[in-house]
């Protein structure tokens, strides 16, 4: 009897306590915690929402980049932070989903150690050469790839980022093969194809997009579904050429596992509210992201375990790996 009171009291306290913080929360400025360099796509979404959110909250919330490692860095860092709400992460599907195929052994579970707070935007990836390079086409480099295995070489990012699953995937659907050269972030692997350090490199829509109309670097293909609203004028890596190949990449709001519903509900509802202006997204369409999906907490956590299903076995397909 007074092991069930005392458990009854524990749950009591627990309610309490949790009202407590949603009541309360935040009192203090959040760290939203970005796994790429400065200069990438999350980044610029981080930023992009950043002063919107922070208005709704009424509290500054202050972007912090943490790159390297695939993402690995920055999120076992917030998978140690305090459950509160007052540290978050931008995800992405190559930290919630990607990484699970690509590492034997992750140091973070995206699931066990994370509570869903809010999807926030999509995109695409787009294949990028120096504009004076020989491969001014799909069909041009799948066949020097084809012709000589592993001369040709591709940036990324880093390792298990979604530059370098685009680059394994396109390898693996073409039966070519093509030398790995990673970098410590996307804006050195985009420099890298820029000055010929590369033949060619899988980068971010929005984050490349304004170099490509500057002249600076050459689109070749798009991996979305549809054309991107940023190039309109480049094909889709099927239109291109590349049967079967598709990958979008996705972002949302992650925080330590344990942080109180009442916290996650309040910065769901928060962050909804800033995707959902009309003003918001036509920036953000003007920078490139193309997707918005309005979910819960609820919905964003089965997306996840989707977008693992889905994921996982394409890392496997295209064998890509990372020690």
Do not use: C
């Amino acid at each position: 009897m007074k092991k069930i009171l005392g458990v009854s009291l524990a749950m009591l306290a627990g309610s309490a306590w949790s009202a407590h913080a949603a009541d309360t929360f935040p009192s203090h400025p959040i760290t939203l915690v970005v796994p790429l360099a400065a200069g990438s796509t999350a980044d610029i979404l981080a930023r992009a929402i950043q002063p919107e959110l922070s208005r709704r909250l009424g509290q500054p919330v202050v972007v912090e980049n943490k790159a390297g490692g695939g993402g690995l860095i920055a999120m076992s860092f917030v998978a140690r932070a305090a459950p509160d709400g007052y540290t978050l992460v931008m995800g992405s599907n190559n930290t919630w989903a990607i990484n699970k195929g690509l590492y034997k052994s992750l140091p973070y579970d995206p699931q066990k150690d994370f509570a869903p707070v809010a999807y926030l935007a999509g995109g695409s990836n787009v294949l990028i050469v120096k504009p004076a390079s020989p491969y001014g086409s799909m069909q041009a480099l799948v066949a020097t790839m084809r012709a000589e295995p592993n001369r040709l070489t591709f940036s990324s990012g880093g390792n298990g980022t979604t530059h370098h699953l685009s680059s394994e995937y396109l390898k693996a659907l073409t039966k070519t093969q093509a030398m790995h050269i990673p970098y410590r972030g996307a804006p050195q692997g985009v420099t890298a194809v820029m000055a010929g350090e590369v033949d060619f490199g899988f980068y971010n829509t929005p984050s490349v997009s304004g170099l490509v109309k500057e002249g600076k670097l050459k689109a070749l293909a798009t991996t979305g579904q549809s054309r991107s609203p940023l190039l309109p004028d480049v094909p889709t890596m099927q239109e291109a050429g590349v049967p079967g190949y598709l990958i979008s990449v996705d972002f949302g709001l992650m925080a330590p596992a344990g942080t109180p519903d009442a916290v996650v509900t309040r910065l769901n509802r928060e962050a909804r509210a800033v995707m959902k202006d009309a003003d918001m997204q036509k920036r953000l369409e003007s920078l490139g992201y193309e997707v918005y999906r309005d979910d819960t907490p609820a919905q964003f956590g089965a997306f996840i375990q989707q977008d693992i299903d889905k994921w996982v076995p394409l890392v496997k397909q295209a064998g890509a790996s990372v020690d």
